[in-house]
């Protein structure tokens, strides 16, 4: 089990840019593909962005392609998702999560086992 943590929600104004990062205060991440999720009060987790292992293969939701960048650092134990060109859609809580699956074969929230508590991301027009 791997206790994660997520942090750089922030109001911000539309157009502006965020760095999130989700490390794990207990446990490693350099094993596993990690994911960016997203969820708006009243909506479904959704799908974000995908990281495997080696940092190697990514994967992107539609909605976020060109302007969300995941990466990781295995030195550091982190893995972040720069954010740019926001908008007001994009406000939501973000949690990043761990897998054993491929990037492939993990866009979807039950394919992840460990979970952050969620970092807040209000994007303003």
């Known amino acids: 089990q791997v206790d994660l943590v997520e942090s750089g929600g922030a109001l911000v104004q539309a157009g502006a840019s965020l760095r999130l990062s989700c490390t794990a205060s207990?446990?490693?991440?350099?094993?596993?593909?990690i994911g960016w999720f997203r969820q708006n009060s009243g909506k479904e987790r959704e799908f974000v962005a995908n990281?495997?292992?080696?940092?190697?293969?990514?994967s992107y939701a539609e909605s976020v392609m060109g302007r969300f960048t995941i990466s990781r650092d295995l030195a550091e134990n982190t893995v972040d998702l720069q954010m740019v060109s926001l908008k007001p859609e994009d406000t939501a809580v973000y949690y990043c999560?761990?897998?054993?699956?491929?990037?492939?074969?993990?866009?979807?929230?039950?394919?992840?086992?460990?979970w952050g508590q969620g970092t807040p991301v209000t994007v303003t027009s």
């Open positions: 990281i495997s292992p080696s940092g190697g293969d990514t």
């Open positions: 999560a761990t897998s054993r699956r491929p990037t492939y074969g993990a866009r979807s929230g039950d394919r992840y086992n460990d």
């Open positions: 207990e446990g490693t991440l350099i094993i596993y593909t």
